[in-house]
C-alpha cells in the first residue's frame, strides 16, 4: 500500500503537528468522544487525546496506525485512543455517536453525509483539505481532481450550523498551500451560540 510504504520509508512526517485550527478553537468544541477520519499517523487524534478526548482514529493504513499506537503508547494515553484500519470510502460510520469528527486532507465529499450523521446532536465536524487555487498550489496533490473548488467545502456542510470558514493561502518554505477549513455544528435554525473570533496562523 502506497500509504504504509511513506511511512516506512520516512517520506511522510511520522509526528506532524496538530491543525493551527483546530488548536485555535480547541476551547470553543463539546468534549467527550471524538473521531479523526483519515488520521495518517495521529496529526489530530493524539492531540485530542492529550486535551482529554475519547478518540477513534480510522486509517487505511496499518502502518500509520502503529505509528499513532506507539506515540500514545510513549504519551501515556493509550486508554484514549482506538484505532480502526478500514477505508473511509467504505466505512460503515456509526449514528449519533461522536462529539467531535475530524478530517484533515481527505477528500471525501461522496462520504460526508454519512460522516454528518455519526455527529450527536451538537457534536461538531471539523474539516480542512486542499484548494484549486490560481496560481496552483504546490503543496497538496499534484493534480486538482483531489483538491476542492471554492466554497464546495461550505456548500457541502450548509446542513449544519457553520461556526467557522476560510479559505485561504500560505507559503510553507518555497511552496505555496491553499486550504480550506470549516468548524461546523450539528444544529439547525434560529438563534444559535458562536464562537469568538480570534486568530490562529
Known amino acids: 500500500m502506497e500509504w504504509d510504504e511513506r511511512y516506512r520509508t520516512g517520506t ?3 509526528d506532524p503537528e496538530p491543525s493551527p485550527a483546530l488548536r485555535a478553537y480547541l476551547d470553543e468544541l463539546p468534549d467527550g468522544r471524538a ?3 483519515a488520521a495518517g499517523s495521529g496529526r489530530n487524534a493524539l492531540f485530542l487525546a492529550a486535551n482529554g478526548y475519547r478518540v477513534d482514529a480510522l486509517d ?3 502502518e500509520g496506525l502503529s505509528i499513532i499506537d506507539e506515540r500514545a503508547r510513549a504519551r501515556g494515553f493509550t486508554d484514549r485512543v482506538e484505532t480502526i484500519r478500514a477505508d473511509a470510502t467504505t ?3 456509526p449514528e449519533s455517536t461522536y462529539d467531535l469528527v475530524t478530517i484533515s486532507y481527505f477528500r471525501t465529499l461522496d462520504r460526508l453525509a ?3 450523521a455519526a455527529l450527536k446532536p451538537g457534536g461538531v465536524l471539523f474539516y480542512q483539505h486542499h484548494l484549486r487555487a490560481d496560481p496552483p498550489a504546490t503543496v497538496g496533490p499534484s493534480t486538482d481532481r483531489y483538491r476542492f473548488d471554492s466554497n464546495e467545502l461550505l456548500r457541502a456542510c450548509l446542513d449544519l450550523t457553520v461556526l467557522y470558514y476560510d479559505e485561504s493561502t500560505e507559503p510553507r518554505d518555497d511552496r505555496q498551500s491553499a486550504t480550506a477549513t470549516i468548524i461546523a455544528r450539528n444544529t439547525r435554525g434560529g438563534a444559535q451560540s458562536y464562537p ?3 486568530a490562529y496562523k
Open 114 to 116: 454519512d460522516i454528518k
Open 12 to 14: 511522510y512526517p511520522t
Open 91 to 93: 466505512y460503515e460510520f
Open 196 to 198: 469568538r473570533s480570534r
Open 60 to 62: 487505511q493504513s496499518s
Open 35 to 37: 473521531l479523526d477520519v
